[in-house]
């Protein structure tokens, strides 16, 4: 590929184009989906194809070609070149980006076990084998279970003379249950994966998720719904995961700030309790954020969004790092090689502190712990809701009963203030963001304790 | 590649059968699009992509196998055939599969899905009208323009199996829209959004922009309202975004074989109020989603989902329908190539009522008016209750609009659509949805203190 694409630059740089890149994508999918014991889809196909972004002064042109000769190429930078010179003529604040050294990497997936080298049947034999797991209660009304495993490599060229050939790889499974009794009806969810292969049920149990999905079915369907009001909870690191990720990160991602997100006028300025430290590290062992170069071809890092409180830097890509005076951090990602890269999260944690997980609870007279979501959405103007699919009364100090139903919703940087305690335990959560585009993502984080937040619940 | 999609699908079909498939589907995309997006007031890119893939579902006895390719040449396409089949036959068998689906009698003729000046516009076009958009939009130095997007589509789907389906169809579309904060005295609101779809012309840009700024303005200058109940009005963008974790799910019929809906065994019974009248219209003239046929290659067609309040259908596809003991609506979905089919609604039409905008808020005296949700896809779609931020959303008195923030409302879709007591006379298609605003008497109203 590498000679191909020196050729293309070379092509592109005659064109006296600002820059220019071209990024290769291979992804093999497989999927299965078990409906109710019913192997329902089976699913597995490649698509191959090449993105190309040319800047031509201070205008972007972008094209896409699924054939990856020489001649489609320079037929699809001609196409992105023209649509950028078109653009050219209107625009009035031109794009700069960062420049970076040339270099050549080769960057290979390191895997305990190859998804390639698993036979298919083997994979419907596991999943079949949880499947029947889900379905041993009565209560249990329908399951659906999806497995997928992504076999990609990428590879990068840009008119600096930047080659970088990179493998991602990675399996996830969901799983779904719908359950009734009497006129109750309640489902949940539960979502993981891995980075290292074929590893799932290395990881887990496959008894120990099924119990665990199921026991949180029953509880939807015979615990009590909240009450509605303001109050203290105590969140769980999966809640913890998706609040720093849909309530804060979205606000920090450098294109929705600089729109006027929440935090658009706070750089520098403290938001958040000094317990709140806040990162997207793409070096975190075992996220799907976890990469080494991002689709603009520029090295990750990580980046520091909130530090004892204070917003320190927003993630940017190549665009936003010389708008914004931020180094490069590498958060630029395209969903495949039909689309331009935007900015996207990695993983996206809070730190842990110093507390004990059992303190957070003892000085609540009445609140609730939350432990695990259903769903969650933020504005950019800082309001958020998380919809709940596993969470406790808390009375005295002590985990009550299940509550149903529930949700939380209210100001992130309101309830950034009122986070009190932070335990010094950790999970980081495996998952997929949509922002136009889809990503899978990382975040996670410890126990925290919030001193007031809005429970809804429909009664 | 000379050969036109309908004969490359039809060629693969009988490869398949060739190389031991009891029964084979091929499905072909062919598309275009074009599109300017804009990104913090500035027109961020133009770009132009051609995309094209085949999908081939393949049976072995009762075993279901899937492949995708998006190369063409023959033998990237008979890699993906016995792709499909290998899998299929590593596979379990699926005891209710009875079979591709038969071809139709006669397939409708469709009207307004396409347009030679929507396939045939330029980008430079494009450029320019997004232009003119940025520029009326900023022309208010209190708008920000988050994100904008002038997009258009065409396309060429082609479907052949084994048992003689043998169908194409030509579509576009055109999307304008933009999402905009508007920030006064230290106050911004929250994201507001306006967009236009149509497959047959090129909506107006001074329309969309001049409706999107008018409302982003409105949104400035909150009040504080008490919690409580309250009449809420959904504009058809907040009907979208709710009914789609809710009431979309309850129709498909997969989800009630698979007691996954609050609607089996309720054919005949009132759900709604009868006010409420819903029809599955994949023929709908210039609907988002009307074609000749689905994704199975089963004719589209106009199914009532409720009549007067009372649930009359729901929708299948060919292997649910079987399944049900019913037969196929026309409602294959493939969202591309390299999807296989789901079941899905094609244009949901929600019967217009008979008040003008104004008069509705009028009488309503106080109440909510809500044009988005957050969180919608956390409501719980079995039993339709929700709980989630309206917003943007205005506070009603006497007919006047005052913004309102952080506002919850939580209830039951399914209880609340019994209820419903009026519908505007006009509505639009902004998503899957044709809709009227709908107003819902009494509904639960959160605010934090």
Not at chain 1, 365 to 382: I, K
Not at chain 2, 110 to 129: C, P, R
Request: glycine content about 8%.
């Amino acid at each position: 590929m590498q000679d191909v694409f020196n050729k293309l630059m070379d092509y592109a740089r005659s064109l006296e184009v600002d820059f220019a890149d071209a990024r290769m994508e291979r992804v093999e999918k497989t999927l299965i989906s078990i409906q109710d014991g019913v192997l329902k889809e089976l699913k597995a196909g490649i698509e191959e194809g090449v993105a190309i972004r040319v800047l031509y002064r201070g205008a972007w042109g972008f094209a896409s070609s699924s054939e990856i000769s020489f001649e489609s190429l320079k037929k699809a930078l001609d196409t992105a070149y023209a649509a950028a010179r078109t653009l050219s003529y209107h625009v009035k604040k031109p794009a700069r980006i960062v420049e970076l050294p040339s270099k050549t990497d080769i960057v290979r997936a390191v895997l305990k076990r190859d998804p390639r080298d698993v036979p298919v049947d083997v994979k419907i034999k596991d999943y079949l084998e949880y499947e029947k797991m889900l379905r041993g209660k009565e209560y249990v009304k329908s399951t659906t279970v999806y497995y997928a495993d992504i076999v990609g490599t990428t590879f990068y060229a840009s008119t600096e003379d930047r080659y970088i050939e990179q493998e991602k790889i990675i399996t996830w499974m969901y799983t779904w249950l719908t359950g009734r009794i009497n006129d109750i009806i309640a489902s949940v969810r539960d979502e993981r994966g891995a980075v290292d292969g074929y590893t799932i049920w290395d990881k887990w149990d496959k008894n120990e998720i099924a119990r665990k999905v199921i026991d949180r079915l029953e509880k939807q369907l015979k615990a009590k719904t909240p009450k509605g009001g303001v109050y203290p909870a105590v969140l769980a690191p999966e809640i913890v995961g998706v609040f720093v990720h849909e309530a804060f990160g979205h606000l920090a991602e450098a294109d929705l700030t600089t729109s006027g997100s929440a935090i658009s006028d706070k750089l520098g300025k403290e938001i958040a309790s000094p317990l709140v430290n806040i990162v997207d590290d793409p070096t975190l062992p075992g996220g799907f954020g976890t990469f080494k170069y991002d689709d603009e071809g520029v090295e990750t890092r990580k980046a520091v969004l909130i530090e004892k409180g204070i917003v320190k830097e927003l993630m940017v890509d190549r665009q936003y790092s010389v708008l914004l005076g931020i180094k490069p951090t590498g958060n630029a990602r395209a969903e495949s090689f039909k689309v331009p890269p935007l900015i996207r999260m990695r993983n996206t944690v809070m730190l842990p502190g110093d507390y004990s997980k059992e303190e957070l609870f003892e000085d609540i007279d009445y609140g609730y712990y939350l432990v695990s979501f259903r769903g969650g959405q933020a504005n950019l103007d800082g309001t958020f809701q998380v919809g709940v699919q596993e969470a406790y009364e808390i009375v005295n100090g002590e985990i009550g009963e299940p509550v149903r139903n529930m949700s939380i919703s209210g100001n992130t940087l309101d309830t950034l203030k009122e986070v009190d305690a932070v335990a010094k335990d950790f999970e980081l959560e495996l998952g997929r963001c949509g922002k136009g585009q889809l990503a899978y993502v990382s975040d996670g984080g410890p126990h925290i304790r919030v001193r007031k937040i809005v429970i809804g619940g429909a009664r | 590649m000379s050969a036109s999609i309908i004969e490359i699908a039809s060629i693969t079909v009988k490869h398949a059968l060739s190389r031991g498939a009891d029964e084979a589907e091929v499905f072909i995309v062919k598309s275009k699009n074009n599109s300017v997006e804009l990104e913090n007031n500035t027109i961020k890119l133009a770009h132009t992509t051609e995309d094209r893939g085949l999908g081939v579902r393949v049976l072995v006895g009762k075993k279901i196998g899937f492949s995708y390719t998006n190369k063409l040449d023959k033998q990237s396409i008979e890699k993906t055939v016995e792709k499909a089949l290998s899998i299929a036959r590593s596979g379990k068998e699926d005891p209710y599969i009875r079979g591709l689906p038969l071809p139709a009698e006669k397939y409708p003729r469709v009207e307004g899905t396409y347009s030679l000046e929507i396939a045939n516009i330029g980008l430079d076009d494009l450029v320019e009208k997004a232009s003119r958009m940025l520029n009326i939009l900023t022309h208010d130095k209190r708008i920000v323009v988050v994100w904008g997007s002038i997009t258009t589509s065409s396309w060429n789907v082609a479907i052949a199996n084994s048992n003689g389906v043998y169908q194409q169809d030509f579509g576009t579309i055109a999307f304008i829209g933009a999402e905009v904060v508007a920030r006064e005295n230290g106050d911004v609101t929250p994201g507001i959004s306006e967009w236009d779809i149509s497959r047959t012309s090129f909506p107006s840009i001074e329309k969309l922009a001049l409706r999107l700024k008018e409302k982003a303005i409105s949104n400035l200058k909150p009040v504080k309202i008490d919690e409580g109940s309250l009449p809420v009005i959904l504009t058809e963008y907040a009907v979208n975004s709710l009914f789609a974790y809710t009431f979309i799910e309850a129709i498909k019929g997969d989800n009630v074989v698979r007691e996954r809906s609050p609607y089996k065994d309720k054919i005949n019974t009132k759900v709604a109020s009868e006010k409420i009248t819903i029809i599955d219209d994949g023929l709908l003239k210039n609907g988002l989603n009307t074609s000749i046929f689905d994704g199975e290659g089963i004719p589209r067609r106009k199914t009532t989902i409720i009549e007067q309040g009372v649930l009359k259908n729901l929708i299948y596809d060919h292997y649910w329908g079987l399944r049900a003991g019913k037969e196929s609506t026309g409602n294959a979905s493939r969202s591309d190539y390299a999807s296989m089919p789901r079941v899905a609604p094609s244009n949901l039409v929600i019967a217009p009522g008979t008040y003008n905008k104004n008069e509705l808020l009028k009488e309503t005296g106080k109440g909510l008016l809500v044009d988005g949700f957050q969180g919608a896809h956390s409501s719980n779609p079995e039993t339709g209750e929700f709980s989630v931020v309206a917003t943007p959303a205005w506070y009603i008195e006497n007919g006047e609009l005052k913004a309102v923030r952080g506002v919850m409302i939580a209830g039951n879709l399914y209880k609340l659509l019994e209820k419903v007591d009026a519908l505007t006379k006009t509505s639009r298609q902004v998503g899957t949805i044709k809709s009227p605003w709908i107003r819902f008497p009494n509904v639960r109203v959160i605010v934090k203190k």
